[in-house]
């Protein structure tokens, strides 16, 4: 491949700047995923992946013990909440890496406070207006005598992270209170509902030439079962400035598209510098990462910090000064299994839940979703 790119470099008239912008992110990403279709010579990840439609991977993070999920939205306003509940207190953890976030209860998961559990974690939409969504959760966790006991009473602990969705749908109907409340109720051990719902319902990606030319995100969720009962799962709304990719192949399954209405890679658009800036804090990818491993609040925060690999493999460009991405990592207990395992894994069943939510989406509110373009 080295030996091409030098021959079209000495051709200067043939290369135009698109196809020039073009070839330097496909290098770009080709010296990341070594192996890849793009090392072997392929100029793109469609063309790698023609005729191999993707699949939505297996499970949803209910699979894991202890763990239920409800969801509530506004299908006409395109936003809502998505509640993890937990059936008792859990250790847990989380990892800010966006520039932009929009986060509650964050600081006492940090190892050196004394709150050790959690009762529910809230991903909701309505950016900072969203997260009133929590005190509904708290409410209803309330009255099932849940929470941090202070003697007089409970106070359930739920932190809650946020995504922008005002730019679709209305601005002025957020999660409030009473969604909270209601997702809360809801929260079972069925299994989790992907695509436009909860939080996930007004999510968009590939927003680097602007919201016109932007794809629909999604809520997404997967998970993987060892041999030995370890149970990791994920759920993540994705809602992010940059695209989506697949990560065996490259493909970019949902980005900012082009006059032409092909995808075209945020690389491309960046270097050209065709649109102004993207508005800080309109952006955001927040996740639940959740096993029963045995795993006290030092080790989630260290997992928490693992899964954000599952955002690097998929989403182009990742954590910048646009997006506000958040991951919290969950442990219920009762298998013995090491950081680095649960780690691990945690970044493969998270970039597969990315993957399953682009899969999952359908267009809403003028944007179009990745089943529309194929």
Known sequence: MAKDWKDEGQVAPAVSRRKFLQRTAMLGLAAAVPGSFLAAGSATGQE???????????????????????QVQNEEALTGCTVIVLEKGSSCGVDVRGSAPGTRETDLLNPINSVQEVNAVVLTGGSAYGLDAASGVMRYMEEQGQGYNVGVGVVPIVPAAVIFDLSIGSAKIRPDQQMGYEAARLASKQPVQQGNVGAGTGATVGKMAGMKRAMKGGLGTASRRLPNGLVVGAIVAVNAVGEVRLPSTGEILAGARGEDGNIRDSLSWMIDAATPPVPAGTNTTIAVVASNANLNKVQANKVAQMA???????????HTMSDGDTIFAIATGGVDASVNLVGTLSVEVLAEAVVNAILSAKGAGGVPAYQDLR
Do not use: C, F, R, Y
């Not at 499970?59 to 894991?64: L, N, S």
């Not at 954000?308 to 998929?314: D, R």
């Open 308 to 318: 954000h690999n599952g955002l690097a493999k998929t989403i182009h460009p990742v």
């Open 48 to 70: 790698a992946s023609e005729g191999k439609k993707p699949k939505l991977a297996g499970g949803t993070i209910v699979d894991v013990p202890g763990v239920k999920v409800g």
